[in-house]
Every structure is written in C-alpha cells, then in structure tokens.
Nanobody
Framework: QVQLVESGGGLVQAGGSLRLSCAASERTFSGYAMGWFRQAPGKERDFVAAINWSGGHTDYADSVKGRFTISRDNAKNTVYLQMNSLKPEDTAVYYC?????????????????WGKGTLVTVSS
C-alpha cells in the first residue's frame, strides 16, 4: 500500500507563493498518475491539477491555470505543486492522490491512494 504525505502548507498573504510536496512511500509511485485536490471549508473536494506517470502531461482546473504548476521527481518519489499569485479563495486543505491515469484523475475519479492533506491559508 502506498502512503502519501503532504507538506509545505501554511499561511501566506495574497499574491504570495507556496510549494507543496507529496512524498510517496514506494518506488511504485513512478507508475501512477498523481493529482492535487483541495477542499475549502464547507465545500466539496475539487480537482486542482494532475500529472501523468512520466511528467510529460499535465492538466489543471481553470481556476488555477497560469498560477499553479504541478511537477514530479520519480527519483525522489515526490510530486510538487508550485502555487503563485495566491488568492484568498485558494484557502483550503490540499490533498495529493495517486491514480491510474491523468484523464481519470482530472475528471475526479480513479484515485487509489490519498494523503491526509496540508492546510493552505491565504490572507487578504
């Protein structure tokens, strides 16, 4: 079973940047697509970004396009989410998840493992 551990969350002012990391426990990480999702207080969990197993293809929610960048380092079993130009509406708990393929993750399905999340708070 793959364990996913997120880190890098915190408090940042609007316009600032954060980089989230998600470390996987097993080398089989490199065979999975990976995604980031977020859940704001009182709302459902939403798709943010996804990346295929090789890192050659990515997809983003419209709300973060041009501001967030997903990447991965298979040698380190880690996926990243670089978040720039943060807005108060980006405040949420951010989760990483593994899945069978990028398209399925981007549509909100096919997740097989989840991390426990890291809180991002953007102040105005």
């Amino acid at each position: 079973q793959v364990q996913l551990v997120e880190s890098g969350g915190g408090l940042v002012q609007a316009g600032g940047s954060l980089r989230l990391s998600c470390a996987a426990s097993e080398r089989t990480f490199s065979g999975y697509a990976m995604g980031w999702f977020r859940q704001a207080p009182g709302k459902e969990r939403d798709f943010v970004a996804a990346i295929n197993w090789s890192g050659g293809h990515t997809d983003y929610a419209d709300s973060v396009k041009g501001r967030f960048t997903i990447s991965r380092d298979n040698a380190k079993n880690t996926v990243y989410l670089q978040m720039n130009s943060l807005k108060p509406e980006d405040t949420a708990v951010y989760y990483c998840a593994s899945g069978t393929n990028l398209a399925t993750l981007a549509s909100g399905g096919g997740m097989n493992y989840w991390g426990k999340g890291t809180l991002v708070t953007v102040s105005s």
